[in-house]
């Protein structure tokens, strides 16, 4: 029994690894804390072998958009504040923004189901396609700050922890678990910070 647990420690090394870092990265975007934007960005790096190696070829272009995005939470973090601010504040989605996120969504999907049907071995497409659409809006959302992020992951992190399932990435599974949760406390948490930003105003 422990040699098959060995066994499979050390041939799911990175995807541990991935998984354990990304914990840190939630915990971090849920304290609003800088690290968010580094932790995020070892994880993503890490992923992109894992969903490479799962053929989970959308999820894996979305942990090179992370890198990227990381880099851009990272510099708007320690830039985008106010001057009489300590962080750059929490704030709502408005109507005509989030009409824009779901246009951008729905082309994301399509272009992606597109590109996975017709031009890679993925067995699935739709799914592969949604969370992926999903994720580069929230993660956007995440760098600038809105709310209402926290709710798109809830969907995005249950979701695809039935993926994962499906593909046998028990590790992710759980770490997919837990992000859910960990989403539904982010944003109560960021709720109280919006709550004690109105009423300063």
Not at 70 to 76: E, K, L, M
Not at 169 to 198: H, N, Q, R
């Amino acid at each position: 029994m422990t040699d098959i647990v060995l066994e499979w420690l050390l041939g799911n090394y990175i995807e541990i690894l991935g998984a354990i870092l990304g914990l840190a990265y939630i915990f971090f975007s849920i304290k609003q804390h800088i690290l968010t934007w580094p932790t995020g960005l070892l994880t993503s790096a890490l992923y992109v072998v894992v969903f490479f190696n799962a053929r989970l070829y959308a999820d894996m272009g979305l942990q090179v958009y992370y890198v990227v995005i990381s880099i851009y939470g990272w510099y708007f973090w320690l830039t985008g504040k106010k001057q009489n601010e300590k962080k750059v504040a929490v704030k709502t989605t408005r109507k005509v923004l989030w009409l824009k996120l779901a246009v951008v969504s729905i082309a994301l999907y399509a272009l992606l189901l597109f590109i996975l049907t017709n031009y890679t071995n993925s067995d699935v497409p739709h799914m592969d396609s949604i969370t992926t659409a999903l994720s580069i809006v929230a993660t956007w959302m995440l760098a600038r700050k809105y709310i209402e992020h926290w709710l798109l992951w809830i969907f995005i992190d249950a979701f695809s922890a039935g993926l994962y399932v499906y593909k046998g990435l028990w590790a992710t599974v759980i770490l997919f678990i837990v992000y859910t949760v960990m989403a539904l406390l982010g944003y109560l948490e960021w709720k109280k910070d919006l709550k004690s930003i109105e009423a300063k105003i």
